[in-house]
């Protein structure tokens, strides 16, 4: 009996610096969406009963092997045990009740997470290898960057131009595959605006080629008001720039998730940059150089494996052949731009 007391005193204070360790951690990012309440309270529950778990396999486990190590001397044969059919039924049942105890709260919290608002606004993704765009098909933009307003549920129907992504905000929780030929959904309530300076980021949570680690976008969420006049300053962009090639270029760019993958400020990326590209010339992978003149600019848009620039070898763009002629020169006009 003496052994069963400290041995379920030992548990209950491994338990408990287990869990204590646990939530120092601070394993998980900021809570910034209603579902992340809810998501976050089973984990914690997941945490109370795992460090339970561990104490209770490990403290008998090292009792046992301190308390009851065989004496110097002492030859002779162990207890012999048949069963015991008490301690069966009782280590049956409990975990079965524990287990059909968080069954239920996890269906619980995923009903909480996937309900319909039905004034939820509607945004639609499109993922592609490597990168997402955003299109909000009540104000007519489209935009590279993700932006949302504050306390107010909004749904994504998502879409893939190649192969399977996943829209992932590690500060939202829920996570959502993109599958090619379907339109999936997912549905955030995001309840902290984003700290300034540094945004949220979706990243993709499928590994879907050699740039996967680079597909990403960064997460604004805003107040109401901030967020009508970032749609109203995208609206007089997008009508000032219908107007011109250079500007039709800059947002079908923009559209079309080029940017996702060239810069054009010269940064390094996945993919050459376009800063100062117009003119230049560029070295390809068998050795040879071509001038970036608007007939090596319109073949790499539409033939991106022809001529592939030297160092970009395992970086492969899929072809743009979704975009017309008109569209094309459009883009090579933006990128004559960049100098
Ligand atoms: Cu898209 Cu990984």
């Given at each position: 009996m003496r052994h069963f007391v400290i041995v379920g005193i030992l548990i209950l204070v491994v338990a408990s610096l287990t869990y204590i360790g646990l939530d120092a951690a601070e394993l998980l990012p900021t809570q910034a969406s209603a579902e992340a309440i809810s998501i976050d309270w089973l984990l914690n529950l997941n945490a109370i009963a795992i460090s339970f778990l561990f104490a209770l396999i490990l403290v008998p486990l090292f009792y046992s092997l301190i308390v009851f190590r065989r004496k110097?001397?002492?030859t002779s044969e162990g207890e012999h045990m048949v069963g015991n059919t008490k301690l069966e039924i009782t280590w049956t049942v409990i975990p079965l009740i524990v287990v059909v105890i968080f069954a239920y709260l996890g269906t619980y919290s995923l009903a909480e997470i996937s309900r319909v608002n039905p004034q939820a606004l509607e945004i639609k993704v499109l993922a592609q290898q490597f990168s997402f765009s955003f299109e909000y098909p009540a104000f007519g933009i489209k935009s590279k960057d993700f932006y949302v307003p504050v306390n107010k549920q909004f749904v994504l129907k998502?879409?893939?131009?190649?192969?399977?992504?996943?829209?992932?905000?590690?500060?939202?929780?829920?996570?959502?595959?993109?599958?090619?030929?379907?339109?999936?959904?997912?549905?955030?309530?995001?309840?902290?605006?984003?700290?300034?300076?540094?945004?949220?980021?979706?990243?993709?949570?499928?590994?879907?080629?050699?740039?996967?680690?680079?597909?990403?976008?960064?997460?604004?969420?805003?107040?109401?008001?901030?967020?009508?006049?970032?749609?109203?300053?995208?609206?007089?962009?997008?009508?000032?720039?219908?107007?011109?090639?250079?500007?039709?270029?800059e947002a079908l760019s923009a559209q079309n998730?080029?940017?996702?993958?060239?810069?054009?400020?010269?940064?390094?990326?996945?993919?050459?940059?376009?800063?100062?590209?117009?003119?230049?010339?560029?070295?390809?992978?068998?050795?040879?150089?071509?001038?970036?003149?608007?007939?090596?600019?319109?073949?790499?848009?539409?033939?991106?494996?022809?001529?592939?620039?030297?160092?970009?070898?395992?970086?492969?763009?899929?072809?743009?052949?979704?975009?017309?002629?008109?569209?094309?020169?459009?883009?090579?006009?933006?990128?004559?731009?960049?100098?």
């Open positions: 110097k001397g002492d998502m879409e893939s131009r190649d192969v399977i992504h996943s829209f992932w905000v590690p500060e939202f929780r829920v996570k959502q595959d993109i599958v090619p030929g379907r339109v999936t959904e997912l549905r955030i309530t995001p309840i902290l605006l984003t700290p300034p300076g540094e945004p949220y980021r979706v990243v993709c949570a499928e590994l879907c080629g050699a740039s996967h680690a680079y597909m990403f976008s960064s997460v604004h969420v805003v107040s109401q008001e901030d967020f009508d006049e970032w749609v109203a300053e995208l609206q007089n962009i997008a009508a000032a720039t219908d107007q011109t090639p250079e500007g039709r270029g998730g080029c940017l996702g993958c060239h810069s054009i400020d010269g940064s390094q990326s996945i993919a050459p940059t376009w800063f100062k590209l117009f003119g230049s010339s560029v070295e390809l992978t068998d050795g040879t150089t071509a001038n970036a003149d608007e007939e090596y600019l319109a073949e790499s848009i539409l033939l991106p494996g022809e001529k592939i620039v030297a160092g970009y070898e395992t970086t492969l763009m899929p072809s743009m052949e979704q975009l017309n002629e008109d569209q094309i020169a459009d883009i090579i006009a933006y990128i004559k731009t960049l100098k």
